[in-house]
């Protein structure tokens, strides 16, 4: 009887270790009280480049609401459409800055890399509009020319740059959606072949920001300036509350180039559908849960967040009528019928005027309704050039007789001079571009 009881016992004893070891696998104490993981990472050192590559993982975030949130991530290149080849192991980079003594900076810039978005067969398969892994594999072998391809506020030795010396972190790009996704979808093309790509952009962030957070701690960091080009204006401004919500002390800035979201309701189905968009929504944020994200316009979503984080400023840069903005614009209404923008190569001059015309007044009210939040503004600048803050260029950017650089340099400084600005198009330098269809400029004529 004693030999049965201890056995009896032991049994007992196993089941209760094995449920606590699951709820901790779970992301669990015990006590329903969510756990972080401890996270392994791949580092990689070449120049002044650090080459991170995180393994699965979580990050857990204590809002400023009182509420927390436990998020598993499994990082992933979105790679070209699977079985050719694989997937690729996700990886970000990070150039630490010193300030003039020489010490680690206090601040960071975080930056997303653009490279267009998919969400059909048609346009992830048959007539690509996003990035692959191929595309970017130079980086990996040698992540110096990162700064041959992104200048602006990404290279470090020009002394105009605001952020030359901050530290800067990478996020590079091929998953197709816009790094809100995380969801492997798969898709079938012309020939009736499928494949999947992997849309896990958020989660590749998460991983990201877990390391950031666990390398730069919170309390040893004052500013933090997010920003994104093309898709990765979306992924700045998505992203923007997870990073104020880990540093709730710093100062936290966002600026999305180039990404203004003019969108169809079918295109807002999809991603939802296909990229789990809404799963990942900052949705502690009031007006901003999965039901309202289906039918919110991009500036009530910025208003929602900017009025949210009222410390913090929010912004939005694109030229007037930008070629690739239209392009895309396109695709969505004609997602199905590829024939008609296959040929274009992301470009805006065989988008019909109608279109453009079309593009730009959304555009200008998307910018409007953000605006109620006084925290955020807009510049718009004259043209049509597709994302500015990645090009020396933009050191050259006027509008309206405001120059880029001291317009994001007043952002910084909490100017209360820092307004939005928009090119006027009774001057000579906001004419509208040449299109096919009007070799004297678009024609926004009923």
């Known amino acids: 009887m004693r030999k049965f009881a201890s056995r009896k016992l032991i049994s007992a004893l196993g089941t209760i270790l094995f449920l606590l070891l699951s709820m901790c696998s779970n992301g669990s104490n015990g006590s329903n009280e969510p756990v972080e993981q401890q996270c392994e990472y791949t580092i990689e050192h070449v120049g002044n480049m650090m080459l991170v590559s995180p393994a699965d993982c979580n990050i857990l975030f204590n809002l400023s609401d009182g509420s927390t949130r436990l998020k598993s991530y499994s990082p992933i290149f979105g790679n070209n459409p699977s079985p050719d080849p694989a997937p690729v192991d996700y990886f970000f980079l990070i150039r630490e800055g010193h300030d003039e003594d020489g010490q680690l900076s206090k601040n960071i810039l975080i930056n997303f890399m653009g490279g267009g978005a998919c969400w059909a067969g048609t346009n992830c398969l048959d007539s690509k509009t ?4 191929d595309d970017i594999q130079f980086i990996a072998s040698n992540p110096a020319l990162l700064t041959l391809a992104q200048q602006g506020i990404i290279l470090d030795t020009n002394e105009d740059n605001p952020f030359k010396d901050w530290t800067l972190v990478y996020l590079p790009y091929t998953t197709g959606d816009v790094h809100w996704g995380s969801n492997d979808q798969e898709y079938t093309d012309a020939d009736g072949v499928r494949k999947t790509l992997y849309h896990r952009g958020h989660e590749n962030f998460l ?3 877990r390391y950031i957070r666990d390398n730069y ?13 093309s898709a990765g204006a979306y992924g700045a401004i998505f992203s923007f509350p997870y990073v104020k919500e880990t540093y709730k002390n710093s100062t936290v800035w966002c600026l999305g180039d180039a990404g203004m979201g003019v969108t ?5 189905d999809s991603i939802i559908n296909n990229w789990k968009a809404a ?3 900052p949705d502690w944020i009031p007006g901003i849960d999965a039901e309202s994200f289906r039918y919110m316009t991009t500036g009530e979503f910025i208003n929602a967040i900017a009025n949210y984080y009222f410390d913090s400023l929010i912004a939005q840069y694109t030229a007037k009528y930008d070629h690739n903005q239209r392009f895309y614009y396109y695709v969505m209404l004609h997602i199905d019928e590829s024939e008609l923008w296959d040929f274009m190569d992301g470009d805006g001059y065989y988008v019909p005027d109608q279109v453009s015309c ?3 007044e959304i555009m200008l009210e998307h910018i409007k309704t953000a605006q109620f939040a006084p925290n955020y503004n807009a510049y718009v600048a004259p043209g049509e050039v597709h994302t500015i803050t990645t090009s020396e260029e933009m050191y050259n950017v006027v509008s309206d007789g405001v120059a880029l650089v001291s317009w994001i340099n007043q952002m910084l400084d909490f100017d209360p001079g820092w307004i939005s600005v928009e090119c006027d198009e009774t001057d000579d330098g906001c ?5 096919f269809e009007s070799p004297s400029g678009i024609d926004c004529t009923p």
């Open 130 to 133: 996003n990035i692959t892994w």
């Open 207 to 209: 991983a990201a920001l």
């Open 217 to 229: 701690p919170p309390d040893t960091i004052d500013k933090i300036f997010v920003a994104g080009q």
């Open 264 to 268: 169809t309701q079918a295109f807002v």
């Open 279 to 281: 799963e990942n929504l």
């Open 358 to 360: 079309e593009w730009t």
């Open 431 to 435: 004419q509208r571009p040449v299109t």
